[in-house]
């Protein structure tokens, strides 16, 4: 056996069914041992080694195993560390491997020669480099161990040439994997029995807790356990963006996005009032917390935090109880003490919740109904709600989907229903990151909502998709610029716009030139149309939607609009409204049409 063949044997041992990835000269013989195993692990070829690592962790957000990728030496090795940064910061279980030169040519000024290793070791929880064949099996297992234990993260795996290539004698002898890791999370721990007992008192004692959930309540599948223990206390629960989904979003007790980027007003204003906050698998971090102002730390509650990583707890508030361990098995054990005290529910509180919430919906039911082009992004999610599936996979790239995503579009059930990448907000995620959520997910609708910024890093993924007739819809937000840029100058620079703004592009006829479908919508009574045709399709199709850009009306983005504010001298006034309404992202028809 050569080391590639025992690479791709361990694969199959981890029970490895989908490697992401773009050939190189270097990874010439990891691509001779993958054919010889084409029936076992399908190879997905992209167009770029970014993108490749980009569906690898959608496919681990979604799969629940960890994703692999490929890259060669040189320049692929550069291009791929985007995707491997942002899974690692976002909890994300990659596996990336490089291959390199020959170790004989070290140092003699080889072409693509790269210490790949260290290039990776600040953005991986470990980065390795495999000097001998005989090594290749610890090394993979561990690789394993240490992306699925813990917080879950991206390992980085480099192999030279002669590793790859060279003989080894009896290998097949020490290629076995370790069961627990081929998925995650593995080695779940649970936090002491005293620890549980102060928690419990603190949240008996509370009048106004609220629930903090993040993306560790998804990672760890703990929504179950985390609906159980806010209706025995009848406590609100907030979301982090990436803890969009821990709780089913028009349950009595949701309040959606907390934080600054795709807040609800009425949302922050329960955090503030609350005399307990509850964070689970949550790093409150700057985005959720406001820069670390909500809840106000001059008047803080009392705070319980329960994370997989004991770092992240007290890292940036006082913290009364720290728990540590995996979120489903510690709300358990807290539900069960918490059983037998009976706690009292608190009156009003659902009551309160749904009014709050209708006066939410009110205050923008105009924006989600209108029809004027360009459409606004309110409309846009206004559409997806009512035409997408309950059980659909929605992708939202960094920049103008966010915020409307984060706000606006409702999850239905409980679960990873939502991706937004959050660790660095990198543009170019959603097209690429659909390949691997539609391999993980072949029975769900996955939709891929783009800004045309980011379209324009990773078109040539259009081409992977009609390639494997991957029958996803991209839905793309047509403003002709860096719209999130762009608001940002018009607020703090005083409209004075550069390096912002580009051409309008058919994006649609483009898609069709990749060998997808492809639609431009130029009226918003073809709106709805347009995405039910694409829906009921089953091709991969690109709805192209001529879209108002950011600084034209300023999305849910609190600290954007309180500098507005300070500068109008009044509020912007889309956030309250004194009628209850009915919800316009699901049950209202649009004016100018309807589904």
């Not at 670390?292 to 730390?297: E, I, N, R």
């Not at 008047?299 to 994370?307: G, M, Q």
């Not at 960094?398 to 991706?419: E, H, L, M, S």
């Not at 939607?545 to 507005?564: C, G, M």
């Amino acid at each position: 056996m050569r080391g590639s063949d025992i690479i791709v044997q361990m694969l199959i041992e981890y029970d490895v069914e989908h490697v992401f990835g773009v050939s190189g000269d270097s990874s010439i013989s990891l691509y001779e041992s993958l054919y010889e195993h084409r029936d076992r692990i399908t190879h997905v070829l992209c167009r770029d080694e970014r993108s490749a690592s980009f569906a690898a962790d959608a496919y681990a957000r979604l799969s629940f195993k960890p994703g692999v990728c490929e890259s060669p030496s040189g320049a692929g090795a550069l291009y791929t560390v985007p995707g491997v940064a942002e899974a690692n910061a976002s909890s994300v279980p990659v596996i990336a491997f490089t291959s390199g030169i020959d170790l004989a040519s070290e140092g003699k000024g080889t072409i693509t020669e790269l210490d790949h290793h260290v290039l990776y070791k600040s953005i991986t929880k470990w980065s390795h480099f495999v000097k001998r064949y005989d090594r290749i099996p610890d090394a993979l297992r561990r690789a394993f161990r240490v992306a699925t234990t813990g917080r879950p993260g991206a390992v980085h795996v480099a192999f030279p040439q002669e590793v790859l290539n060279s003989e080894v004698p009896g290998g097949e002898r020490d290629i076995y994997a370790e069961a627990a890791c081929r998925g995650y999370p593995a080695y779940r721990g649970r936090a002491e029995r005293s620890l549980l007992e102060q928690a419990a008192d603190l949240l008996l004692a509370a009048e106004r807790p609220v629930i903090i959930a993040g993306g560790g309540v998804i990672n760890a599948r703990a929504w179950d356990a985390l609906i159980a223990l806010a209706e025995m206390l009848s406590a609100p629960v907030g979301t982090s963006i990436t803890g969009k989904g821990a709780i089913p979003e028009d349950h009595p007790l949701a309040i959606g996005v907390v934080g600054d980027n795709g807040y609800r007003d009425y949302a922050n204003r329960m955090v503030a009032e609350a005399d307990l906050l509850f964070y689970i698998g949550c790093k409150t971090g700057s985005v959720t917390t406001i820069k670390w102002s909500l809840p106000d730390p001059r008047n803080a509650p009392r705070v319980i935090h329960l994370d997989i990583d004991p770092q992240l707890i007290g890292n940036n508030y006082p913290t009364d109880v720290g728990l540590v361990g995996d979120a489903q098995l510690v709300l358990a054990d807290l539900v069960a003490v918490l059983g037998p005290r009976e706690p009292q529910a608190h009156a009003g509180v659902t009551e309160r919740i749904a009014s709050l919430r209708a006066e939410w919906w009110a205050s923008v039911a105009e924006k989600a109904a209108g029809d004027q082009v360009p459409l606004k992004p309110h409309r846009v999610m206004a559409a997806l709600s009512r035409v997408l599936p309950e059980d659909a996979i929605v992708i939202a790239d960094a920049g103008t989907p966010t915020p409307y995503t984060a706000a606006y579009y409702d999850v239905r059930r409980p679960g990873r229903q939502v991706i937004i990448p959050r660790a660095y907000g990198g543009l170019g995620y959603a097209i690429p990151a659909t390949i691997g959520a539609k391999i993980a997910r072949p029975d769900q609708l996955v939709v891929g909502l783009s800004g045309d910024g980011s379209f324009g890093m990773c078109a040539g993924e259009l081409e992977t998709l009609a390639r494997l007739g991957l029958p996803v819809l991209i839905v793309n937000f047509n403003n002709s610029c860096f719209g999130w840029i762009k608001a940002i100058q018009s607020i703090h620079s005083g409209g004075r716009y550069l390096g912002v703004d580009f051409s309008t592009i058919d994006h649609g006829a483009v898609a069709r030139a990749f060998g997808m479908d492809g639609v431009r919508v130029e009226r918003a009574s073809d709106l709805e149309g347009a995405l039910e045709d694409a829906v009921r399709s089953g091709r991969p199709t690109l709805v192209d939607l001529l879209t108002e850009s950011e600084e034209k009306d300023l999305p849910q983005v609190r600290t954007w609009r309180a500098a507005a504010e300070r500068a109008a001298g009044r509020p912007l006034g889309t956030e309250s409204a004194s009628a209850a309404a009915p919800d316009p992202f699901v049950d209202a028809v649009p004016a100018g049409g309807g589904a």
